[in-house]
């Protein structure tokens, strides 16, 4: 049976993605779902890679897509294991910089951050009402995502903010030996679209990636027929290899 770790988004915590799991639990895959993580503490990020070398797959949503990168990365540079990567309207690198221009611009990052710091419980509604953003039912999802959030740790939620406004994994994938899955929303409102032609002109070995139209960053949480479909394609390839 495979066995995927699949990591959620910042902000969101696990619940949002059960409709995942238990889509992909029909198809007699094993997923581990988890939260996200602080991956800054050297610590912790060995305890997580230690859990990652137990998965068949890594897959991880948004800032879980992420963190899926690094775990990847690490546990190919430490063990020489190049484990299938799956990513879920995740940008290798979240925030704007020089070389890397489809992302959210630093200034309004950095706004975002310090709301955050000031107003957490309004920052986060109106985060989750961008997440919904793009969709056809972007109210009902926005309603159906507050219900479903769970309780937020403030602390942990910082934490993703910092690993948000440092993680640069471009290049990271450019040299992954490991067979890539990028899946994206065509109306995402959080990962610009752009970001699709860039990702395609990576250098990778076996990158792949797909794009969903007339969808938002909560596709993984809605379009789950969709998102397994994708899913399963991508692991029989990989088995098949």
Not at 3 to 25: D, R, S
Not at 120 to 134: D, Y
Request: proline residues 4%.
């Amino acid at each position: 049976m495979l066995n995927i770790l699949l990591i959620t988004g910042w902000g969101m915590g696990t619940a949002v993605l059960h409709p995942l799991k238990q889509a992909l639990e029909q198809h007699d895959i094993q997923v581990e779902l988890i939260d996200i993580f602080p991956a800054q503490k050297a610590e912790v990020l060995a305890q997580y890679i230690e859990k990652a070398r137990g998965a068949d797959v890594l897959m991880g949503w948004s800032l879980g897509g992420e963190l899926a990168m690094l775990l990847a990365d690490a546990i190919y540079q430490q063990h020489g294991e190049a484990k299938p990567l799956i990513t879920l309207a995740s940008n290798p690198s979240f925030v704007a910089h020089s070389h890397w221009h489809c992302a959210m611009p630093k200034e309004t990052f950095q706004t975002f951050q310090e709301s955050f710091r000031r107003l957490p419980a309004q920052t986060l509604k109106r985060f989750i009402a961008l997440v919904a953003m793009g969709s056809a039912s972007a109210k009902e999802q926005q309603k159906m995502l507050q219900q479903l959030q769970d309780q937020p740790d403030h602390q942990l939620l910082q934490d993703g903010l910092e690993l948000l406004a440092q993680l640069n994994l471009v290049e990271k994938l450019e040299h992954y030996q490991g067979a890539q899955l990028h899946l994206y929303a065509e109306q995402d409102a959080l990962v610009p679209h752009q970001i699709v032609a860039k990702m395609q002109k990576l250098p990778a070995k076996n990158l792949q990636v797909k794009v969903l139209k007339q969808a938002a960053h909560s596709f993984p949480c809605f379009e789950t027929d969709w998102t397994v479909q994708q899913i399963l394609a991508f692991c029989a390839d990989w088995q098949k290899n």
